[in-house]
């Protein structure tokens, strides 16, 4: 339920009680028969017509039904994997981080979007995955990282190394 102001011609105001269905998306419009302006020549009040705008939340977006939440994790977690905390619309729930995980990797929460307006299921939220790079690195911090780079490079195929062989390719 929510309070509309409302202001007609006559410049007389009043507030309606309307009643806000679960679903509704920006600029939806709700109809209040019989709530507009009265009549001309003392016929029965039109429509009322209210337009809806739904805020930003600070952590959700929502695409229709869908929400949608950028997930910040540690590069450490990232790579090991693990269980993390995510939050929804109805709490926090844990989800499986595989290991090697990248930046941007979507993962669905079936159930834990938004409700439908036409119909009563919910959508689904949509986890994106953000990897955090460390930043202000200590000295036995940069030596771990340089010693991990070194030992990776040895290691096998990467990304990196594939991107550097295309361009390569391309650039001679």
């Known amino acids: 339920m929510s309070t509309v102001p409302w202001a007609?011609?006559?410049g007389a105001t009043r507030e309606l009680v309307v009643?806000?269905?679960a679903g509704v998306d920006d600029d939806s419009r709700l109809k209040l028969r019989g709530e507009g302006?009265?009549?001309q020549r003392?016929?029965?009040?039109?429509d009322l017509y209210?337009?809806?705008h739904v805020a930003t939340h600070p952590i959700f977006v929502r695409d229709g039904a869908h929400i949608v939440c950028d997930l910040p994790v540690t590069v450490v977690r990232a790579s090991l994997g693990?269980?993390?905390d995510v939050?929804?619309?109805d709490g926090l729930v844990k989800m499986t981080v595989p290991a090697g995980a990248q930046t941007g990797r979507l993962f669905r929460l079936r159930g834990r979007g938004a409700l439908s307006l036409r119909g009563h299921r919910k959508g689904d939220q949509i986890v994106r995955l953000v990897v955090e790079t460390p930043e202000n690195l200590n000295k036995q911090q940069?030596?771990?990282l340089r010693e991990f780079e070194n030992i990776s490079e040895n290691g096998g195929r990467s990304m990196v190394a594939e991107f550097a062989d295309k361009v390569r390719e391309i650039f001679g």
């Open 8 to 10: 007609g011609k006559q």
């Open 19 to 21: 009643k806000v269905p």
């Open 37 to 39: 302006e009265a009549g």
């Open 42 to 46: 003392g016929g029965p009040p039109g």
């Open 50 to 52: 209210v337009v809806l």
């Open 82 to 84: 693990g269980k993390v």
């Open 87 to 89: 939050p929804t619309l």
């Open 142 to 144: 940069k030596e771990l």
